[in-house]
């Protein structure tokens, strides 16, 4: 069992970084891959990226290849999601959430995970 807790997110402009943290409150991140979802006002809840239990490994949806990178802090038991040229049409709330296996079939399905944290904010202005 892990809580997770997302922090970071604000407001840049477009063309900016943000890195957004995942951190448990319970448990520890290090036990469990880790992806990234984000969801805009009046859409579904889309999958932007995840990252292996040792972070060995990381992949991402095409829209944000290049741009964003996943990351662990092994010692400071975080999760990274570093976000640069950002981009109007990336504004959502970013979610992270844990899953017991490393990768899966649902990777990038809301149902291939076990625990989600509350979500923080990201806004791009033009």
């Known amino acids: 069992q892990v809580q997770l807790v997302e922090s970071g997110g604000g407001l840049v402009q477009a063309g900016g970084s943000l890195r957004l943290s995942c951190a448990a409150s319970?448990?520890?991140?290090?036990?469990?891959?880790v992806g990234w979802f984000r969801q805009a006002p009046g859409k579904d809840r889309e999958f932007v990226g995840r990252?292996?239990?040792?972070?060995?490994?990381?992949l991402y949806t095409e829209s944000v290849k290049g741009r964003f990178a996943i990351s662990r802090d092994i010692a400071g038991n975080t999760v990274f999601l570093q976000m640069n040229s950002l981009k109007p049409e990336d504004t959502a709330v970013y979610f992270c959430a844990a899953d017991r296996a490393n990768f899966g079939t649902d990777y990038a399905l809301e149902r291939g995970y076990d625990y989600w944290g509350q979500g923080t904010q990201v806004t791009v202005s033009p």
């Open positions: 990252i292996t239990r040792g972070g060995g490994r990381t």
């Open positions: 319970r448990g520890t991140v290090n036990s469990y891959a």
